[in-house]
């Protein structure tokens, strides 16, 4: 069963800098897609950022440029490096992720952006707050 545990939310000004970091564990596959979402209370989730075991990244065009996912494999450990903050980025933010013996995972792993009930796995959240 994988496991996601997210850290570093905060609560920052406007124009900051946040990274926050999931930690994940008990992947069954090599093959897998992760990601960052967000929800705010009241609107939908979206997806913002995901990364597949071969390192291809895909970004929403609302963070493109701001923000940016990585992944530290040895850590097993997924980043968010956010920028230039503004207080629309105020919501909680979620690590979720899919995994699959298929490869058919990895090619579907940008479109889990916007299909974010595709991801399989899910941690609690962290909250991420954005004063002006």
């Known amino acids: 069963q994988v496991q996601l545990v997210e850290s570093g939310g905060e609560s920052v000004q406007s124009g900051g800098s946040l990274r926050l970091s999931c930690a994940a564990s008990?992947?069954?596959?090599?093959?897998?897609?992760i990601g960052w979402f967000r929800q705010v209370p009241g609107k939908e989730r979206e997806g913002l950022a995901v990364?597949?075991?071969?390192?291809?990244?895909s970004y929403a065009d609302s963070v493109k440029g701001r923000f940016t996912i990585s992944q530290d494999n040895t850590k097993k450990t997924l980043y968010l490096q956010m920028n230039s903050l503004r207080s629309e980025d105020t919501a909680m933010y979620y690590c979720a992720a899919a995994e699959s013996p298929s490869i058919i995972v990895l090619r579907e792993c940008a479109s889990k952006i916007t299909a974010s009930s595709d991801m399989e796995y899910w941690g609690k959240g962290t909250l991420v707050t954005i004063s002006s």
């Open positions: 990364v597949d075991s071969d390192g291809t990244t």
């Open positions: 008990g992947f069954m596959y090599r093959n897998y897609c």
